[in-house]
């Protein structure tokens, strides 16, 4: 009998049920050793070799492990949560617990979620805890639930998703609110904010790259670097792997924003977030659509407009993305355009003055600023610019800024000149090659013309006429729709060093006039 009920209790505990045929109930086969194989008729451990010679108890052994593998199968099923067979008020319940963010990525799961996140009683309790009176945030339990309680009847009559959509249209307007009292205080040296830096951190701000391919097929890419400078910005997209040139047609530069911003220091990664179109470019002809501005041993280096530069290696593939964003309304143009369409701004009314017979031919302001990569070789502000009538030709004024008959105002150059890279394994230097900021001023000071570009500088094929300057001389040329930039310099042996002995501006008279009212 104690043999009987000590096989019964084993074979219970193991989830077994009647032996097979022709195996004794209390067979020692049927219970097996630790560590696996069988007991043979001793008492001792039998191998599967051995167990080959007894039929029933390697059947036993099967079925027995058959069992527990499905009953181990079938704990597992029960343990998944099936969400469809569960009550929508279990899962409001759940969904009352998330916040703004999390509600709203919830609701990007399938359509049920999609409905169930719209829920007007859980994002009225958000809006009410976001948006209370300054003078009841000191009970802002006991608000929220009378605020409730009053209307809830207002809130089965609103439509599903209506205080979500109110709480997002608040939500952006008191962020872009913040952004503009971030932005009002004036650098009376550029003209430009004095926080934009502190802004883009603020708002959350970064910029992709979607490069698009014949089949329609994108790949988007979020930046890797940043550089801030004293006004602008480099965005660098360093990557190992690229897709191939020849497969890509175009290029897209995108201001990334976040649709809310988060409290919390930790931004989650998979937050909504919403596009804004800066500029766009043609990658299949790229001798027509870009200008070799330097080289080195690795790479090749080529000059979009606006402000876009692209590294190839020798074997014609992409090894990096750089993108020079000046600071002029730069939150703008990243923040308030669409994912097709590009932010345009106001046009400028042009203010008549009918006393001053020169009158948008003085008075303006030049900041520049030469850099690569955080490192400044020059940067200086220009006052009291003018033009004489003179001096417009061919559609242009002119106007100079360092004239190279006057030594005192010869500006030197430091550090070692040159447009540096990084690919994240290899990096270098291109020599000859920066990045300059322009920022010109009208006589009210407001930002008349500026950009941001790489350019290169070309050595002269005529020496210098200076005859205290005997180093090789150098040119660079910069021109766009609003004017032109010719600067001169000369290498100085003596001190190892360029030296900026010409620097003339040539602004549009089609845009002078357009500006000012004028008839030049």
Known sequence: ??????????????????PPPGVDSRSPFLVAPPGG????????????????????????????TSRMCTRSTSIKSN????????????????????NAESLLCTGCVNKSFYHLSNDNTIWFKIYSKSFLPKRKKWRTGSAQESAVSLNLPELQDRESGYWKKEYIMKKIAAGKADLIQLLKPINTCTGLPLKTKEAIKVSGLKWMV???????????LEQTDIFYNETSVTVCWNYLKWPCLDTLSGLQLFGVTPVLLSDSQVQPKNRPLQRSLISEYDLANLTKNAKMIGCDALV?????????????????????????????????RSTLGSATVR????????????IDPEYGMHGYQL??????RGNTYMCGTFRSLFCKKDYIRNGYMRFTVISYKKTAQHVPLVGNIGLSWSTGVF????????????????????????????????????????????????????????????????????????????????????????WFGTNY
Request: hydrophobic residues 40%.
């Open 343 to 354: 932010y345009a701004a106001a046009p400028d009314k042009a203010i008549l003055d009918d």
């Open 79 to 98: 343990s998944a949560i099936d969400f469809d067979r569960m009550p929508s008020e279990i899962l409001l319940k759940i969904l009352s617990y998330l």
């Open 367 to 372: 900041h520049i600023d030469l850099h690569s």
């Open 427 to 514: 990096e270098g230097n291109v020599q000859n090659c920066f990045i300059m900021d322009v920022t010109l001023l009208d006589d009210s000071q407001k930002p008349y013309w500026c950009f941001s570009a790489p350019v290169n500088m070309v050595l002269s094929p005529k020496p210098s006429s200076l005859y205290q300057y005997l180093g090789p001389s150098y040119y660079l040329n910069y021109m766009d729709l609003t004017g032109k930039v010719h600067m001169e310099l000369v290498w100085m042996e003596e001190t190892n060093e360029y030296c900026i002995i010409n620097l003339v501006l040539y602004l549009s008279t089609e845009k002078v006039n357009n």
């Open 37 to 64: 194989g069988s007991w043979s008729a001793a008492g001792c451990p039998l191998r599967d070799s051995a167990m080959s010679k007894y039929p029933a108890a390697m059947q036993l052994k099967k079925t027995h």
């Open 1 to 18: 009998m104690a043999t009987g009920r000590g096989w019964i209790l084993r074979q219970h505990s193991l989830g077994g049920s009647r």
């Open 210 to 220: 979607i490069l698009k391919d014949r089949n329609g097929k994108q790949h988007v």
């Open 300 to 332: 090749e280096l080529y000059s979009f407009d606006q402000g876009l530069l692209v590294g190839f290696w020798k074997k014609s593939e992409i090894a990096f993305i750089m993108a020079c964003l000046h600071y002029h309304q730069l939150i703008e």
